[in-house]
């Protein structure tokens, strides 16, 4: 299966599709996931620091670069540095951790994972409890972190740079301050969350967009038990279901066209290597003009995730949560 691309500023090509790796650390059950979507014709793998398979990622990799099978720069890696290592005394050494996790001379796409920096225990990145809530760091500035990674940049240790999470103000913000300007934004966005106006900055700034949850993330609850979950399942909208039958397709499928003939690269999770073939098998078809209009315009508008173990936080991105959600502990994606 071809997948396409879009272009980066950096003149690097994103794909459209990849395999994305959230609460995945079983090292059997990623490493087949691996493999299946390897072997299936995936080449953006997706995962970062606050994952904890880096180091299973890195192995399946040595193994498909050392024996020939994949080309390192026909691979394209995208990680992100975690929300306890903004600050700028922590920044080169994490990045250094995840290649040497990942096996690799360089990360092709490395993102800030989070716009809310944290505190960490004295001698480890594990984060700083109090009360069971983690511990703002009000210190550190977005530019602050930006500036060691461009560090990274140069030295081509990071081929492109890019935030996660952040908001439109944010975003704005930071590439008016940056000297090597971001090249992608990795957010939630689904038919029931489009991001049309985040969509539209990146546009204007020739930022590239990456969808996670493109499915609305059915397993996401599992992560955080104790947190504020929206309700909401695209798979399951009738829409979805009626162009499913239509087109002879899943209704994951018709969900990862929609955004994919939008321009957006989509990144859903699965260890099933079933489910892996199928979800990449979406370049075969074309969505209608009339059909991709009916799945932009449902009717539901919820965000998916809150974001809740932040709010509070005076870098807390999203202006429409309200701030007297209940502060959960840890995980996001």
């Known amino acids: ?71 390192r720069e026909e691979l394209f890696i995208t990680s992100k540095l975690p929300f306890v290592a903004h600050a700028p005394e922590d920044v080169a050494d994490c990045v250094d951790s995840q290649l040497k996790a990942l096996q690799l001379d360089y990360i092709d796409l490395y993102l800030i994972h989070c716009p809310c920096p944290f505190k960490h225990q004295d001698g480890s990145l594990l984060p700083l409890l109090q009360d069971g809530k983690l511990v703002f760091d009000e210190v550190t500035s977005h530019m602050d972190t930006w500036k060691e990674l461009e560090k990274l940049y140069n030295a081509k240790k990071l081929r492109a740079l890019g935030v996660s999470n952040f908001s439109a103000k944010q975003l704005q913000e930071l590439y008016d301050q940056a000297t090597v300007k971001p090249s992608n934004i990795q957010v939630e966005c689904h038919i029931y969350w489009p991001q049309e106006s985040l969509r539209a900055l990146c546009k204007k700034l020739g930022v590239t967009f990456t969808a996670y949850a493109p499915l609305g993330s059915p397993g996401r609850k599992a992560a955080r038990p104790d947190g504020v979950w929206p309700e909401g399942d695209p798979l399951l909208e009738p829409v979805v279901q009626q162009l499913a039958a239509k087109y002879h397709k899943t209704a994951a499928q018709i969900l990862i066209r929609h955004l994919t003939q939008h321009g957006i690269s989509a990144i859903p999770k699965s260890i099933s290597p079933d489910r892996i073939v199928e979800n990449i098998s979406t370049f075969d078809f074309h969505l209608s003009d009339e059909d991709m209009h009916a799945l932009d315009t449902v009717p539901t508008r919820t965000r998916l995730f809150l974001f809740d173990f932040a709010v509070g936080h005076p870098l807390f991105p999203h202006d429409d949560v309200d701030t007297a959600t209940p502060r959960s502990g840890l995980r996001l994606h």
């Open 1 to 71: 299966m071809t997948v396409g691309f879009v272009p980066l500023n950096t003149g690097a090509q994103l794909p459209l599709f990849g395999l994305g790796t959230w609460q995945v650390k079983d090292e059997t059950e990623l490493t087949v996931a691996l493999r299946a979507a390897l072997d299936a014709g995936y080449r953006l793998i997706d995962t970062a620091h606050l994952y904890q398979n880096e180091h299973i990622i890195g192995n399946v990799l040595h193994e498909y670069i050392s024996s020939g099978k994949i080309k």
